[in-house]
């Protein structure tokens, strides 16, 4: 006798097991996300530690996990010059306090985030001149290649020096190791974070 297709297939299928559990942790997760997403884009008008105390306590530590995931995911370096950083930082930190187990941990958070801060802008300032000086640097090899280029060409020419892959390679691996060891030291000041916050990175 031919199976058909359906027959296979519902034989394959017979015997899987859904993972109630799995599906209970992540549906817990995706509510502590979403928390935490409505609560940065309009902190004034959410009280994150109330609507987490508020998910079934058996699915608590992961909905608080999940908003763990959503404020750290917003530490990060910025690509340039932010006006709300102050207030965008102020947010995540009254987001980790809620999230925060143990003594002192109000004024632990508070006290990365007074650091981070300027350390975010630290970097800015440094990406800054690290670009100002390649660029100082290359100049007279820049000259010269528009130079050659204008005397095949028999007209003037201006190079970009992004466009051109020498500076770029070099460029590339300059910014790549200074962002570098600055995301090394985030990642760490993360860890803290989930230290004070009871979060463990092996939760999955």
Do not use: W
């Not at 932010?82 to 999230?99: Q, R, V, W």
């Not at 800015?124 to 090899?141: F, G, H, M, S, T």
């Amino acid at each position: 006798m031919i199976k058909s297709a359906l027959e296979i297939a519902m034989e394959k299928t017979r015997d899987l097991k859904v993972d109630t559990k799995g599906l209970a942790r992540t549906e817990a997760r995706n509510e502590g996300k979403r928390i935490a997403g409505a609560f940065l884009n309009e902190p004034a008008e959410h009280d994150i530690a109330k609507e987490l105390s508020s998910v079934a306590k058996e699915k608590r530590e992961d909905a608080r996990f999940g908003a763990f995931e959503v404020l750290s995911s917003r530490v990060q370096l910025p690509i340039m010059a932010n006006p709300e950083l102050d207030n965008e930082l102020a947010a995540l930190a009254a987001g980790f306090k809620a999230l925060h187990t143990g003594l002192m941990g109000d004024k632990k958070i508070q006290a990365i985030f007074d650091e981070l801060g300027a350390f975010l802008k630290q970097f800015l300032e440094n990406a800054k001149a690290l670009d100002e000086n390649l660029r100082k640097q290359y100049a007279p090899r820049l000259k010269q290649k528009e130079q050659q280029l204008a005397m095949q060409m028999g007209r003037p020419v201006q190079l970009d020096p992004m466009q051109d892959p020498e500076f770029a390679a070099i460029y590339k691996q300059n910014a790549g190791q200074l962002k570098g060891q600055y995301q090394q030291a985030l990642e760490g000041i993360k860890q803290e974070l989930a230290g004070l916050c009871g979060i463990k990175p092996d939760a999955e």
